[in-house]
Nanobody
């Protein structure tokens, strides 16, 4: 079982930036595709960005060009750099394995508001 701990959220004005981090416990982290998900109030959780063990990335259309996912296999961490944030990006953000989902962590709240 991999434990996942997200951090880096906060309150930011539209157009601002945040960098989220996800720390994963356990071994073999570098071989797993990882993803950042988000869940807005009243909505289902959705995948916004993913990265394979080899570094191939994929993004939800609405965040393409604004969000960048990266990973540091030596530190068992993944990051999500979020630029030009919009109010519709407001949600709790989670990380997880793509193919072998683990128990969800607490997530980190991102609020985009003026």
């Amino acid at each position: 079982q991999v434990q996942l701990v997200e951090s880096g959220g906060g309150l930011v004005q539209p157009g601002g930036s945040l960098r989220l981090s996800c720390a994963a416990s356990g071994s073999g982290f570098n071989i797993y595709a990882m993803g950042w998900y988000r869940q807005a109030p009243g909505k289902q959780r959705e995948l916004v960005a993913s990265i394979t063990g080899g570094g191939i990335t994929n993004y939800k259309d609405s965040v393409t060009g604004r969000f960048t996912i990266s990973r540091d296999n030596a530190k068992n961490t993944i990051h999500l750099q979020m630029n030009n944030l919009k109010p519709e990006d407001t949600a709790v953000y989670y990380c997880n394995l793509i193919l072998f989902p683990q128990s969800w962590g607490q997530g980190t709240q991102v609020t985009v508001s003026s």
